[in-house]
């Protein structure tokens, strides 16, 4: 009896070891599936939001237009007898560029107006014979409706011969003459180009914030890499409506007698040169998110939180904030990928 009694508190006592060793490994598995998480402390650099000031000039480019340009086409057919000019000719406005035949109405008009020295000499005939009662008066009053005939069929022809000197209709620089004595030319040929460049036009387009900065007349610079300095132009005129793009058209017009340029090259257009306004500052480094959905991290204390903000002006390093945060908030300007509301940091310079 009593080695029975030995034998079962020994296996009890080795039951509870066993449960108690395996109680404890259990404890260290769970503990061991369930680790302990340890906040990260994410080392980012910062900026203090503050006043400054911002330019309120923007730069575009644009390519220069003469001021005019025309293609010089002859107003009636036929053949060229003289070419009075080359390409690349200077023009004087009404300059005669080159003459067609015009032998037919030469011989028109030397008809016509030996029929108008008839018909002014048969008008003094009836004038005198109806006071003496040897004409009627319906005689003379032929005399003279074929007299006003023959004056309007006159200017007729001169209109002709007129047309047939080919002639600048402004001064400029003639180009692309494309024509030789003795060539035949159809109604609306082109024989040449007209080009004045005493002024040239830039075309420029601005966006919604542009235009409403910019008003017609306004002073403008014009940059170029030929021009030994910039030059000053004005607006001359203002599109009141944007285009299928959203942009409005602005036509800068440039003195250019002095040749300083030429048509078809490319220049950059400076507006509201000097302009400034104030208002509060953040490196571009800052934004999180695209530059219509602005946000940034804000920290306080050793945590940070994401803000939505509203921008203004931009410029190559800087960005100005009108709505969203205060002066003296200090917001992360590197290592924001890491972070998250509620991000532990520390800032290091």
Same mark, same amino acid.
């Given at each position: 009896m009593r080695k029975r009694i030995i034998y079962i508190t020994i296996t009890t006592t080795l039951i509870a070891s066993i449960g108690f060793v395996l109680a404890s490994n259990k404890s260290k598995i769970d503990a061991a599936a369930k680790p302990q998480k340890i906040t990260a402390i994410i080392p980012v650099k910062a900026w203090t939001v503050?006043?400054?000031?911002?330019?309120?000039?923007?730069t575009?480019?644009?390519?220069?237009?003469?001021?005019?340009?025309?293609?010089?086409s002859a107003e009636i057919p036929g053949k060229l007898v003289n070419v009075f000019v080359k390409n690349g000719d200077r023009l004087r406005a009404g300059q005669i560029i080159?003459?067609?035949?015009?032998?037919?109405?030469?011989?028109?008009?030397?008809?016509?107006?030996?029929?108008?020295?008839?018909a002014e000499l048969d008008i003094e005939r009836?004038?005198?014979?109806?006071?003496?009662?040897?004409?009627?008066?319906?005689?003379?009053?032929n005399a003279i409706l074929q007299h006003k005939s023959l004056l309007a069929q006159k200017k007729e022809v001169l209109q002709q011969i007129d047309h047939m000197q080919i002639r600048s209709p402004f001064s400029g620089t003639l180009e692309n003459l494309n024509v030789e004595e003795g060539s035949y030319v159809s109604y609306g040929s082109v024989i040449g180009t007209l080009i004045d460049n005493s002024s040239l036009k830039i075309n420029v387009y601005l966006s919604e914030q542009e235009a409403f900065?910019?008003?017609?007349?306004?002073?403008?610079?014009?940059?170029?890499?030929?021009?030994?300095?910039?030059?000053?132009?004005?607006?001359?005129?203002?599109?009141?409506?944007?285009?299928?793009?959203?942009?409005?058209l602005a036509?800068?017009?440039?003195?250019?007698r002095q040749n300083q340029l030429k048509a078809g090259m490319v220049t950059d257009v400076t507006f509201a040169s000097g302009?400034?306004?104030?208002?509060?500052?953040? *490196?571009?480094?800052?934004?999180?998110?695209?530059?219509?959905? *602005?946000k940034v991290f804000v920290v306080n204390g050793t945590t940070v939180s994401q803000k939505n903000i509203k921008t203004g002006i931009v410029t190559t390093d800087k960005i100005q904030v009108t709505d969203g945060l205060q002066p003296g908030e200090i917001v992360v300007t590197s290592g924001q990928l890491n972070l998250e509301n509620g991000s532990s940091v520390s800032i290091i310079k």
């Open positions: 503050k006043q400054d000031s911002f330019s309120t000039s923007f575009l480019n644009g390519t220069t237009l003469p001021f005019r340009e025309v293609n010089i080159a003459s067609l035949d015009a032998s037919v109405y030469a011989a028109q008009l030397r008809s016509i107006e030996s029929s108008i020295a008839k009836y004038t005198r014979l109806l006071t003496l009662g040897g004409a009627t008066q319906l005689q003379l009053e900065k910019t008003k017609d007349g306004e002073q403008v610079t014009v940059h170029s890499t030929l021009l030994s300095r910039p030059l000053k132009a004005n607006i001359s005129m203002l599109s009141g409506k944007a285009d299928a793009s959203g942009k409005f036509e800068i017009n440039l003195d250019n302009a400034s306004e104030s208002g509060l500052s953040l *490196p571009l480094s800052a934004l999180v998110g695209s530059t219509k959905q *602005p």
